[in-house]
């Protein structure tokens, strides 16, 4: 039986849950029987969380010495809840939620918390009225749902003899995980009836205990203890052997990029998957953090490309199954076959031959990191290396995981090597992990890991698993509001402000994003304009970005090209490194900018606005991703960037021979840089070695990968430094590149122009003022007759941003402004919001509306 345990705090009269990444150190400190912890939670402060009192004192911060209350939940669980295709109740709880048996009740707090969640723009839907009829006789009646929804956000309210609930908070993320919450336990509620109806249709006593594991709670302790075998400690030394690498010298595999023809991925060398940590049951050990974290460069098995597809046709060491042999502890075993090599097929087969519901494997040593195959579109053989014939040894799980859950202890290695078991639908899971990551990101968890016997850079690689495991294929927008979840803390009562001066732009705006430490970049984040009034509430910050985008090639041609087909990209890097300093406006570090320029990005991200500018996906891609790419592929992003006229794009410079395409004699394995005399080798020796029709696809997919990925190493590793700054993490476990692909890194900093479409989105969100009811009017069939430029103006006067950040505008205002014909619109940025004279005909409208869009570049008019 597990205890989930839930720590709050009293937030005057009202519990509040500790944010996730702090619930697991405090009921790890609980466990452990000490009588107080220290925590510190940013931007709050540094506080003692005494256990035997239940007190929490503020030791640094604001208030020193401050005490309040604090309170541990605790929900008994059978292990089979948490298990795919099992079931198992909550048998005892001390959560508001849990106390709840009416289904009328539950049934108003998902309605309710659904309305809210489906349009949170709408703040009719934010309240409810307890004394109305929807109400009165569910959530009226009570407590523990007012408690309940108390706890996630709600404010009551009286007026009168009415009662509100209200919520009043702008971020409403909380509200899905509540609502998820809601949803679990009216299924569970329903499943009861269920069960009882069925037991009293078959003679049951109206007394009779009925659970859906079909087992009394006195039989559910008993069976607790002969869930498994002992289990020895898992204190096994870390591990520093390699697997055997004979069959993957240079780790090269093919992808299936079309039903027709398969083309192989190139890899300069990517090791063979060696020594990392390891993930089975009594065999968890710390290990190597290798292949869980490294970059994904040199010595370290690279991921597949975000959403690529893995036939099992795909890998030339998978032509016939991997044979293995599962080995229980009681010595019985046998050989098994594996089609997919994958984690789910592997612990399905082990479910199987064990009669184990919860089973773990492992290799005889426990050093191969069988959990990162969790990972959807991996093969164990590619995330651990695991060879044929190797034994794999199964052990019962579900004790362990018991025991590690109640403690607090569960790591997320011990999540991925059973991954595929688990009833991830259920809300506690996902909550344990984006709060065990934020942590880890965070920085915030050595305590834990010390007592979980684990590192933070192990711990992270699972992450990543498990992450796309659980959000991989969920829509863009999903997946972007767990990326939120997961950026660091912003101090919110702390601010930095970017002071700019718009007449040396790009200067003040470089220098100023330089000089921020990591800290800085974690507050509240600003933009003052020199001169100018406006105080920054989103407007002046999203007129930032889109400034910052659109100058980087016209103010610094040294660094940054724009491409024939309209995307940007930095230029080579000895370009960059030996340009004249006056054309990178007297900046002698060329890393430092390109990080600077990724900052920005990162903090446009954290804000869901968009720089306006599109980059290049192959810059991207070796960004977010790496630089292991195939000859079709590097051809598609140079046919994306250059356009389809470059041969090099054409597959006809495959199929001709050299002397048809006039390209015979001259050429050599090496290339020289474009707009430079400077010459690379792209093999040693390469410019002394001619090219032939024999080596040709070898020469092409050597040259391209210079060309668009070698020569601008060092440029995407400063970008990807800048935005770690921000966003935290490491390539492999940021939050942000782990979850979005290069294409959608692409749109999400681009953002979208005005088109017919948008333009129709952005009216039916706008809320318009009945007194300019006729000018609002004549605006839209202005926008609507005009083109996307016009319609970019417009936006930006508006909003600060000349095009949509993805998902469109939320809210817009339209309302009067004083003046009349001869008077200009004025807006509030920060607000979304027009303001329109009175006008007395549509072609002064648009006429004054022209004139403030062209001549408005700041925010001295409001």
């Given at each position: 039986m597990a205890e989930f345990a839930r720590w709050q705090w009293d937030d005057i009269g009202q519990w509040r849950d500790f944010a996730e990444q702090y619930q697991a150190e405090m009921e790890a400190g609980f466990q452990s029987r000490v009588n107080s912890i220290e925590l510190t939670i940013p931007p709050h402060g540094t506080f003692r969380m005494d256990l035997n009192r239940m007190e929490q004192v503020t030791v640094r911060g604001r208030n020193p010495g401050y005490q309040r209350s604090i309170r541990r939940q605790a929900r008994r669980i059978e292990a089979g809840y948490f298990i795919l295709g099992q079931e198992g109740e909550i048998f005892a709880s001390d959560a508001a939620i849990d106390q709840i048996e009416a289904e009328s009740v539950l049934e108003a707090m998902a309605s309710l918390l659904g309305r809210i969640v489906e349009d949170p723009e709408d703040f009719g839907?934010?309240?409810?009225?307890?004394?109305?009829?929807?109400?009165?006789?569910?959530?009226?009646?009570?407590?523990?749902?007012?408690?309940?929804?108390?706890?996630?956000?709600?404010?009551?309210?009286?007026?009168?003899?009415?009662?509100?609930?209200?919520?009043?908070?702008?971020?409403?993320?909380?509200?899905?995980?509540?609502?998820?919450?809601?949803?679990?336990?009216?299924?569970?509620?329903?499943?009861?009836?269920?069960?009882?109806?069925?037991?009293?249709?078959?003679?049951?006593?109206?007394?009779?205990?009925?659970?859906?594991?079909?087992?009394?709670?006195?039989?559910?302790?008993?069976?607790?203890?002969?869930?498994?075998?002992?289990?020895?400690?898992?204190?096994?030394?870390?591990?520093?052997?390699?697997?055997?690498?004979?069959?993957?010298?240079?780790?090269?595999?093919?992808?299936?990029?079309?039903?027709?023809?398969?083309?192989?991925?190139?890899?300069?060398?990517?090791?063979?998957?060696?020594?990392?940590?390891?993930?089975?049951?009594?065999?968890?050990?710390?290990?190597?953090?290798?292949?869980?974290?490294?970059?994904?460069?040199?010595?370290?098995?690279?991921?597949?490309?975000?959403?690529?597809?893995?036939?099992?046709?795909?890998?030339?060491?998978?032509?016939?199954?991997?044979?293995?042999?599962?080995?229980?502890?009681?010595?019985?075993?046998?050989?098994?076959?594996?089609?997919?090599?994958?984690?789910?097929?592997?612990?399905?087969?082990?479910v199987k031959f064990s009669g184990f519901r919860l089973p773990v494997v492992c290799t005889e040593r426990g050093e191969k990191p069988l959990g990162l195959g969790a990972e959807p579109g991996t093969s164990l053989y590619k995330v651990a290396g695991l060879q044929d014939g190797e034994t794999l040894c199964v052990e019962d799980f579900e004790k362990p995981f018991v025991e590690k859950l109640s403690s607090g202890l569960l790591r997320l290695?011990?999540?991925?090597?059973?991954?595929?078991?688990?009833?991830?639908?259920?809300?506690?899971?996902?909550?344990?992990?984006?709060?065990?990551?934020?942590?880890?990101?965070?920085?915030?968890?050595?305590?834990?890991?010390?007592?979980?016997?684990?590192?933070?850079?192990v711990e992270l690689g699972y992450g990543r698993a498990l992450l796309r495991l659980l959000y991989g294929d969920k829509p863009l927008e999903e997946r972007f509001e767990v990326v939120k979840k997961l950026l660091p803390s912003e101090k919110r009562d702390e601010k930095t402000v970017l002071k700019v001066d718009r007449s040396d732009f790009m200067t003040s705006a470089l220098t100023g994003l330089h000089s921020l430490s990591r800290q800085q970049l974690h507050k509240q984040f600003a933009v003052q304009f020199r001169g100018e009034v406006a105080e920054d509430h989103g407007g002046p910050r999203r007129d930032f970005f889109t400034s910052f985008g659109t100058r980087l090639v016209e103010e610094l041609p040294a660094l940054w090209k724009r491409a024939p087909k309209g995307v940007l990209a930095p230029v080579?890097?000895?370009?960059?490194?030996?340009?004249?300093?006056?054309?990178?406006?007297?900046?002698?570090?060329?890393?430092?900018?390109?990080?600077?320029?990724?900052?920005?990005?990162?903090?446009?991200?954290?804000?869901?606005?968009?720089?306006?500018?599109?980059?290049?996906?192959?810059?991207?891609?070796?960004?977010?991703?790496?630089?292991?790419?195939?000859?079709?592929?590097?051809?598609?992003?140079?046919?994306?960037?250059?356009?389809?006229?470059?041969?090099?794009?054409?597959?006809?410079v495959l199929e001709k021979s050299l002397s048809d395409l006039g390209m015979s004699g001259g050429l050599t394995l090496s290339r020289v840089i474009t707009n430079t005399d400077t010459e690379v080798e792209l093999v040693p020796g390469g410019r002394d070695v001619p090219v032939t029709d024999d080596n040709k696809a070898e020469w092409l997919e050597l040259h391209l990968h210079d060309k668009l990925y070698g020569s601008l190493r060092k440029a995407a590793d400063a970008f990807r430094e800048g935005l770690l700054d921000v966003l935290g993490g490491s390539r492999r476990t940021c939050p942000l590149l782990v979850l979005l692909s290069p294409t959608e890194l692409a749109r999400l900093w681009a953002g979208s122009c005005v088109g017919p479409e948008e333009l129709r989105k952005w009216q039916e969100v706008a809320s318009v003022s009945s007194e300019v009811k006729q000018q609002a009017s004549w605006l839209w069939e202005i926008l609507q007759d005009g083109d996307e430029a016009l319609r970019g103006r417009v936006l930006k006067f508006a909003t600060g941003m000349h095009r949509l950040a993805e998902g469109g505008l939320q809210c817009f205002e339209v309302q009067p402004a004083d003046g009349g014909d001869e008077s200009l619109p004025s807006a509030m940025t920060c607000a979304n919001m027009l303001q329109l004279p009175r006008y007395t005909s549509k072609a002064i409208l648009k006429q004054q509306l022209e004139k403030a869009a062209e001549l408005c570049d700041g925010f001295q008019v409001l």
């Open positions: 839907r934010r309240s409810a009225n307890l004394e109305d009829d929807e109400y009165r006789d569910t959530l009226g009646e009570s407590e523990e749902a007012v408690e309940f929804l108390q706890e996630r956000g709600f404010e009551q309210i009286e007026e009168g003899s009415a009662v509100f609930l209200v919520f009043m908070q702008d971020d409403i993320s909380g509200l899905r995980d509540a609502l998820r919450e809601v949803e679990a336990r009216l299924e569970c509620v329903r499943r009861q009836s269920r069960g009882s109806a069925g037991a009293a249709a078959s003679g049951g006593g109206a007394d009779e205990q009925v659970w859906s594991n079909e087992a009394p709670v006195e039989q559910a302790e008993e069976a607790e203890q002969v869930l498994s075998n002992d289990v020895p400690s898992n204190d096994v030394p870390p591990s520093n052997d390699v697997p055997p690498s004979n069959e993957n010298p240079n780790w090269c595999e093919e992808v299936a990029a079309s039903p027709e023809r398969k083309q192989k991925r190139f890899s300069a060398d990517d090791g063979g998957g060696g020594g990392s940590a390891a993930v089975a049951g009594n065999k968890l050990g710390t290990g190597n953090a290798t292949a869980a974290t490294q970059e994904a460069e040199g010595d370290a098995p690279t991921p597949l490309a975000f959403g690529a597809a893995t036939p099992s046709e795909a890998s030339p060491l998978r032509a016939r199954p991997r044979v293995m042999r599962l080995a229980l502890p009681s010595g019985e075993g046998r050989d098994l076959e594996l089609a997919e090599d994958t984690l789910e097929e592997l612990l399905n087969e082990a290695q011990d999540l991925a090597s059973v991954a595929p078991l688990l009833a991830w639908q259920k809300p506690e899971l996902p909550r344990l992990l984006l709060g065990r990551l934020r942590s880890l990101l965070e920085g915030s968890c050595d305590g834990w890991c010390s007592a979980a016997k684990c590192s933070a850079e080579a890097d000895l370009i960059a490194e030996t340009s004249p300093s006056s054309d990178r406006l007297g900046f002698d570090d060329v890393k430092a900018v390109y990080r600077a320029c990724g900052r920005v990005c990162a903090l446009s991200a954290r804000y869901g606005d968009v720089v306006g500018e599109e980059f290049a996906g192959f810059f991207l891609h070796q960004v977010a991703r790496d630089d292991t790419v195939c000859l079709e592929e590097l051809q598609r992003q140079l046919s994306e960037s250059e356009g389809n006229e470059d041969i090099r794009t054409k597959k006809v």
